[in-house]
């Protein structure tokens, strides 16, 4: 088992900044990916990023590209999401997942089936 824990969520203008934190703790494994999701009201669950965590190698969704980042700090088993320039369109609840599946492509990363562990998600709301 794999427990993911979020935070980092809240209440920001048009244009402004937010780091999400997701610290992984549980059963550990040598090849695994982290990755965000996103899903607002009535909407499907969206991926936002992901990241490998051996090598570092990243996966970004369009609609985010320039505007958020998403790294690693392998000491303290967290990935963060660097959420900068946020629009109104990016409120959503926002989800931290895991895979260990071995195999990491992007099309491997974008599918939420793919993750076997979720976090409890954290609200964004982005006011204009």
């Known amino acids: 088992q794999v427990q993911l824990v979020e935070s980092g969520g809240g209440l920001v203008q048009a244009g402004g900044s937010l780091r999400l934190s997701c610290a992984a703790s549980?059963?550990?494994?040598?090849?695994?990916?982290m990755g965000w999701f996103r899903q607002a009201p009535g909407k499907e669950r969206e991926f936002v990023a992901a990241?490998?965590?051996?090598?570092?190698?990243?996966y970004v969704a369009d609609s985010v590209k320039g505007r958020f980042t998403i790294s690693r700090d392998n000491a303290k088993n967290t990935v963060y999401l660097q959420m900068n320039s946020l629009k109104p369109e990016d409120t959503a609840v926002y989800y931290c997942?895991?895979?260990?599946?071995?195999?990491?492509?992007?099309?491997?990363?974008?599918?939420?089936?793919?993750?076997?562990?979720w976090g409890q998600g954290t609200q964004v709301t982005v006011s204009s």
């Open positions: 997942a895991f895979q260990s599946r071995g195999f990491y492509t992007y099309n491997d990363c974008v599918l939420p089936g793919r993750y076997e562990y």
């Open positions: 549980g059963r550990t494994f040598s090849s695994y990916a």
């Open positions: 990241i490998i965590w051996s090598g570092g190698r990243t």
